[in-house]
């Protein structure tokens, strides 16, 4: 699985980078994950607000999760649990409509 982790306006931490990488293998783990970009961001000028943005390449779509918040920890977080949420439900729907297919060819 190929991971590309961006900065906006500023480097993030090593322990961030390291938290983002080691989800996304669990992750992998779980789901067929193709590739992962990962966007860490904080809007405005004081930079009251991180935001973490994860898009991931599974076979046939792309999904997306992204989530703004007081600190970046709190934004990676909240995204990878959108994203967790998001690739079940694909799962879910993907695996069950290729079941329904196999089943219907085999009659």
Do not use: C, W
Request: aromatic share 4%.
């Amino acid at each position: 699985m190929k991971i590309q982790i961006s900065n906006r306006h500023e480097t993030a931490h090593p322990q961030i980078k390291s938290i983002i990488e080691s989800e996304l293998e669990n992750l992998a783990s779980r789901y067929d994950i193709i590739g992962a970009d990962v966007i860490l961001d904080h809007e405005g000028h004081a930079a009251t607000t991180m935001s973490a943005e994860i898009n991931v390449t599974v076979k046939g779509s792309t999904i997306i999760a992204k989530e703004k918040s007081d600190n970046v920890e709190k934004s990676v977080d909240l995204a990878f649990r959108s994203l967790e949420k998001q690739l079940k439900r694909h799962k879910e729907t993907h695996y069950s409509s290729l079941n329904l297919k196999r089943n219907n060819f085999q009659r």
